[in-house]
């Protein structure tokens, strides 16, 4: 099996910045992915291969790489941005395809 | 604009099958570039793979599922399909259908860049007698 390691829970003021990790073995080689899910909703994706904005989010959302850990940069919060992200990704096999835990974004 | 519509009985008793049927408007599935995949969520936790599909039929499966799932496509009806068989309670969960990013690709039973860019809704599904 294969997992990808999340933070719980991460707060913020609005309009400071809010940093989100995933941690996995593969992380180096395959490329990483996140989502947001706001209670009662579908996730929807806000970062796709490691660092690209899919049409329609804000550029406040980034995504970087560092070894075996991938980063969800959210630049100046707002309020909407409240919700769990998950990254995604697969192993080296190409057999496991994973979430994370999950990360509830607090906005205070 | 593509849309994804899950449809399917909300309530089915353990040891039976689970049937569900994603319905995709906008676009086509037959020719498409893209995969169609099943995520499910149980109640409070986060999300799980279940499997994805090709318009040609190819299926891949997570390990831990490949013995009870099975995911078609009806070209016709322009939908995919997942079934379930022998559900516990541990099966209660929120089943989404999804498309694919264009960029995925697979080898043999591998499959790499895979994630999903347009999801539907959601249907809940409880596995109980």
């Known amino acids: 099996s294969y997992e990808l390691t999340q933070p719980p829970s991460v707060s913020v003021s609005p309009g400071q910045t809010a940093s989100i990790t995933c941690s996995g073995d593969a992380l180096p080689r395959q490329y990483s992915h996140w989502y947001l899910q706001k209670p009662g909703q579908a996730p929807v994706l806000v970062i796709c291969?490691?660092?690209e904005r899919p049409s329609g989010i804000p550029e406040r959302f980034s995504g970087s790489t560092s070894g075996t850990t991938v980063t969800l940069t959210i630049s100046g919060v707002q309020a909407e941005d409240e919700g769990d992200y998950y990254c995604?990704?697969?192993?080296?096999?190409?057999?496991?395809?994973?979430f994370g835990g999950g990360t509830k974004l607090t906005v205070l | 604009q593509l849309q994804l519509q899950e449809s399917g009985p909300g309530l089915v008793k353990p040891s039976e099958t689970l049937s569900l049927s994603c319905t995709v408007s906008g676009g086509s599935i037959s020719g498409s570039t893209h995969y169609w995949g099943w995520i499910r969520q149980p109640p409070g936790k986060g999300l799980e793979w279940v499997g994805s599909?090709?318009?040609?039929?190819?299926?891949y499966y997570i390990p831990s599922l490949s013995s009870r799932a099975t995911i078609y496509v009806d070209t016709l009806k322009n939908q995919f399909s997942l079934e379930l068989t022998s559900v516990t309670a541990a099966d209660t969960a929120v089943y989404y259908c999804a498309r694919h990013g264009a960029s995925g690709y697979c080898r043999g039973d591998s499959c790499y860049d895979w994630y999903l860019d347009v999801w539907g809704r959601g249907t809940l599904v409880t596995v109980s007698s």
């Open positions: 599909m090709y318009y040609s039929g190819s299926t």
């Open positions: 291969k490691d660092s």
């Open positions: 995604q990704s697969t192993d080296d096999s190409g057999t496991y395809w994973v």
